[in-house]
């Protein structure tokens, strides 16, 4: 499985991105970068990412700077893997 490609289709429909998250790279800033991406949003996010990929994301290991950076997001998520 291609982690990125899978972070990104789901950052795509959480936030209603119709598409636009397909074109964004590793350097794209997220939090406070998108005006989708309010606090309910990162917790629709992690929600999807727990049942599309069915890891466990504990409160204690999400900070600012795992939302920073597509690539911090799919870095945090490869680990979790």
């Known amino acids: ?19 636009r ?3 964004f790279t590793r ?3 997220l939090l406070g970068a ?13 929600t999807s990412i727990e049942e599309r990929l069915g890891v466990m994301v504990d409160d204690d290991e999400i900070d600012g ?8 997001l799919t870095d945090f998520v490869s680990a979790k893997l």
């Not at 291609?2 to 991105?17: A, M, P, Y």
């Open 21 to 23: 998250a397909l074109s």
């Open 1 to 19: 499985m291609d982690v990125n490609k899978e972070v990104l289709r789901i950052l795509d429909e959480v936030l209603s991105l119709n598409g």
């Open 27 to 29: 350097e794209t800033h």
């Open 34 to 46: 998108l005006p989708e991406l309010d606090s309910m949003a990162v917790v629709a996010l992690i």
């Open 65 to 72: 700077e795992t939302f920073a950076t597509v690539g911090a």
